[in-house]
């Protein structure tokens, strides 16, 4: 992860684990020599230990980051021990770090708060203490790493979604039946020109993705009329894609990987903060004015980062959606090829690869970048390869949904 959020080690969550079955389970670990002096003693006989009770803590800690996260909160239910153990707020810090890097998407909702794991850690001391099975007391004053995890991975964040009641859902099969207006949105960013694929050529040229449905007359003040896709062979919605110059000029800079003159902006000169200003060009304004969403294409190749100029042409365009801020934003975080040798961790439903850097800039890295969670408009991140078009789907579902479209599946 991108700035000072320190790491966490495996050796400290292990320790921190032992310590705490040492001193509140200490029994945990010892298997009876003779069940009938227990009997005797007792005068009732007591259930043996389970097998993963006796394990060292090593192994199962080991085991647990096999788990899903769905698996770790079942585990969780089945004794007090490992109710507690699991609640570890160190174990769900460390599987914050170890798998947000490899989330495919994030949004508004599922953000993480990224200044809690800026913090330095907390002694093992406190948070043993904390931790005594039955009592909560303390943790509410720490950051709930727990449900940070379970609200982003995206392997949970259906869980956590609210269901449609039966009605809802037979109305919205009446409403498709019923033609509404094609929704429109503004595509725009570097992603489209930098890189070695183009992600438009791509997008006119994938029948089996998003089929193409038709090319609108209607222009709005020479812009051009943009493309109309049709998305799961239901609904249709436009695209208009606003360059930054002409096709000469991209077509240099992105082989002599030199910055270009943006003709959507005019920069302004910078603020008191010294970060920079932009106003949208005159058309580009009549643009943000009647779109519905925008989607900006963002370079995730590695050192492609454009800085604070990014993330004020976002805040340049969204101040110009006719005051509402309720139009949402999809990130596009595109590369031009798939990643090689990809492996599929077991028990995980997300993509890791490995001890080795990704060949991308992380979800949760791009949306700091733009400076995302500051906005007050409904936003996501999506990965996207150009090449493949791989999450591309995901991004126009969302964007689809947040517009009021009634998406069946």
């Not at 869980?159 to 033609?179: A, H, I």
């Not at 959507?264 to 060009?281: I, K, M, N, Q």
């Not at 009647?290 to 004020?312: H, K, L």
């Amino acid at each position: 992860m991108a700035g000072k959020i320190q790491q966490l080690s495996e050796s400290v969550v292990i320790r921190s684990l032992r310590r705490f079955r040492d001193r509140y389970f200490p029994h945990s670990s010892k298997v009876a020599k003779d069940d009938m002096t227990c009997v005797a003693e007792t005068g009732k006989e007591e259930p043996p230990p389970r097998f993963l009770d006796i394990l060292p803590v090593d192994l199962q800690f080991l085991i647990m980051t096999f788990l899903s996260p769905a698996d770790i909160c079942r585990l969780g239910a089945t004794s007090r021990f490992w109710r507690a153990m699991v609640r570890d707020p160190l174990l769900w810090r460390y599987f914050l770090l170890r798998d947000m890097p490899h989330w495919p998407s994030i949004d508004h909702v599922t953000m993480p708060q990224l200044e809690s794991l800026e913090v330095p850690l907390i002694n093992e001391d406190e948070s043993l203490d904390d931790r005594k099975e039955g009592e909560d007391k303390g943790l509410e004053s720490k950051c709930d790493y727990m449900s940070e995890y379970l609200k982003g991975c995206p392997s949970c964040r259906q869980r956590w979604l609210p269901t449609r009641p039966p009605y809802e859902v037979v109305t919205s099969f009446l409403q498709s039946l019923v033609p509404s207006s094609e929704p429109r949105y503004a595509m725009f960013g570097p992603g489209m020109e930098y890189l070695d694929v183009s992600l438009v050529t791509r997008l006119m040229h994938a029948p089996d993705v998003l089929p193409v449905s038709g090319t609108p007359h209607r222009q709005i003040n020479g812009v051009g009329s943009g493309i109309s896709y049709m998305f799961n062979n239901q609904h249709k919605f436009n695209i208009l894609t606003l360059y930054s110059t002409n096709r000469a000029e991209r077509e240099r800079a992105r082989v002599e990987q030199q910055s270009i003159s943006n003709k959507l902006f005019t920069f302004e000169g910078p603020d008191e903060s010294g970060c920079p200003v932009y106003s949208p060009a005159p058309q580009v304004q009549q643009v943000c004015q009647v779109v519905d969403g925008f989607i900006y294409v963002a370079n995730a190749e590695p050192g492609r980062g454009g800085g604070r100029s990014e993330m004020a042409q976002i805040r340049a365009v969204l101040s110009f959606a006719g005051g509402s801020t309720s139009r949402p934003l999809l990130v596009l975080s595109c590369v031009s090829r798939e990643e090689p040798e990809t492996i599929r961790t077991a028990g995980q439903q997300n993509m890791t690869y490995g001890n080795r850097a990704r060949r991308r800039t992380p979800c949760v890295d791009m949306a700091k970048r733009l400076g995302l969670p500051q906005l007050a408009h409904p936003w996501m991140v999506q990965d996207t390869v150009a090449e493949s078009l791989s999450g591309l789907l995901d991004g126009i579902s969302w964007l689809l949904r947040c517009t009021g479209v009634k998406i069946l599946w």
